[in-house]
């Protein structure tokens, strides 16, 4: 692939641990992931943002992963709704 024809994707820190972390539990520890994605083309951009997340996460090898990964998810449940309890659209602030 030309490097014109890379896609950049931005996240959260946040939303990056969150995402690494279903990756792991989908795509190792569940040994389901051809019942999950069933349509094995997918895998490829699946590993390659997986790879990608692990080798940018510090928090992936800090001992107190558990409590990182839920503060991150309480986090992100907080601005996913604004006051309304109505969701909020991406990139929009709550």
């Known amino acids: 692939m030309e ?17 690494s972390d279903w990756l792991y539990q989908v795509m190792f520890k569940s040994d389901d992931l051809a019942g999950i994605i069933r349509d094995r083309a997918v895998w490829s951009p699946v590993y390659a943002i997986s790879g990608t997340l692990d080798k940018t996460l510090s ?36």
């Not at 490097?3 to 939303?15: G, K, M, V, Y």
């Open 3 to 19: 490097e014109e024809d890379a896609i950049t994707i931005r996240l959260t820190r946040d939303q990056a641990f969150v995402l």
């Open 59 to 94: 928090e992936l090898f800090m001992p107190d992963y558990d409590a990182r990964l839920e503060a991150a998810k309480d986090r992100l449940r907080v601005d996913q709704y604004s006051g309304d309890g109505e969701p909020t659209s991406p990139g929009e602030s709550g």
